[in-house]
């Protein structure tokens, strides 16, 4: 495939709203209506109708525009057909959209030729969920994509490494973590039992991408743990074979609330001081800034338990750069490094 349609196609399946639609012209040629039949329309995984449709619709569209010549171009038969089936499937109601999860498959971003492919993280989730409160471990949330991003271009700080991730909701960083970036081991915890339950169910769904996927030992478990509730610490991070020595923590998004921070902000001292000390334990968290305050607050707790945060300089690519774990930025994303002072 031309390495337009790649990026295309890794868009669409991971069902971003604002696709970069590839130059008409292109389009145009009968070979690439039938790729994109095939690869886009065609068979389980292509996105739910009301997405397959507003796309189709407007690769269509484009297709129409090209045509100089209705003698010798066309938009294919199968394109139209699909157009047409699409259209006589009840509409739905948008508002009903919010909660409906869906497969979404997210792609390492590797090069666009690269070959073999790079693998795909198969997630269940709610991508259209904006709302707050029990219901936001449900969806993967930008600065997870971002984090992810930045652990892609940064293999050593995750190869070989023991990491909890804290407020993990749908798992992406984790399972990108435990598998192809190749950690020790990886604990993802959430506070909410009913978040934990969905990201087990989409560790599941990626196990054959886990380091020792064969074993009966995997390096990607699933706990809950709520920041406020350290009594059972040790408990809660041991495995089978004991304590970890964790050197890592990752968190995407979990600076969101100026109710949560505080108590966040004391576990981590809790972990980096008290348990971990020998371990050299230290914290990356990506955080949108949605408000400056929420961040202020966390800094402040940080900074008042001897903790320093150094921002981490990371060049934020537009969609239309990006390879895979495509993100929007309608708000910036910051990261910080937190360790001892
Ligand atoms: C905005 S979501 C981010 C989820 C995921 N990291 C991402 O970026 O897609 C915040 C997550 O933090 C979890 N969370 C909030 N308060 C928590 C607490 N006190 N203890 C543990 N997890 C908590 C929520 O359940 C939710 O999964």
């Not at 707050?132 to 997870?144: I, L, P, Y």
């Not at 991003?149 to 798992?171: C, F, M, R, W």
């Not at 202020?296 to 008042?304: G, L, N, P, V």
Request: hydrophobic share 40%; glycine share 6%.
């Amino acid at each position: 495939m031309d390495t337009l349609l790649i990026r295309f196609h890794r868009q669409y399946m991971q069902q971003i709203s604002n696709l970069t639609y590839p130059p008409s012209k292109l389009l145009l040629e009968a070979d690439v209506q039938h790729q994109l039949y095939k690869h886009f329309f065609d068979g389980p995984l292509k996105g739910p109708p009301a997405y397959q449709r507003k796309v189709l619709k407007q690769i269509i569209s484009l297709i129409e525009r090209a045509i100089l010549d209705p003698e010798e171009d066309a938009v294919s038969d199968q394109l139209m057909e699909h157009m047409g089936y699409l259209s006589s499937l009840p509409q739905g109601d948008p508002s009903d959209q919010a909660y409906q999860t869906q497969i979404i498959t997210y792609t390492l971003p590797e090069p666009l030729d690269a070959s073999p492919p790079p693998p795909r993280i198969l997630i269940e989730e709610a991508p259209n969920l904006l709302a707050a409160g029990s219901n936001v471990g449900f969806r993967t949330w930008e600065a997870s994509l971002h984090l992810a991003q930045y652990l892609h271009s940064n293999p050593d700080l995750v190869h070989g490494k023991k990491i909890i991730e804290l407020g993990a909701g749908t798992g992406l960083v984790s399972i990108i973590c435990a598998g192809p970036l190749r950690a020790d081991f990886v604990l993802g915890t959430d506070g909410l039992p009913h978040v934990v339950e969905s990201l087990e169910k989409n560790i599941y769904r990626n196990r054959h991408l886990l380091v020792n996927a064969n074993s009966e030992r995997s390096n990607l478990v699933s706990k809950v743990l709520d920041w406020g509730d350290v009594d059972d610490l040790e408990d809660n991070l041991a495995t089978d074979d004991g304590l970890p020595d964790y050197n890592l923590i990752l968190g995407a998004d979990i600076t969101y609330s100026p109710d949560v921070v505080p108590v966040l902000a004391q576990l981590l001292k809790i972990l980096i001081f008290d348990m971990f000390a020998d371990t050299g334990l230290e914290a990356l968290i990506s955080a949108t800034v949605r408000n400056g305050r929420t961040l202020s607050i966390f800094r402040k707790a940080c900074e008042e338990r001897g903790l320093s945060i150094e921002n981490v300089d990371l060049r934020c690519s537009s969609v239309m750069e990006q390879k895979g774990f495509f993100h929007e930025q309608a708000f910036p994303i910051v990261l910080m490094r937190i360790r001892r002072l």
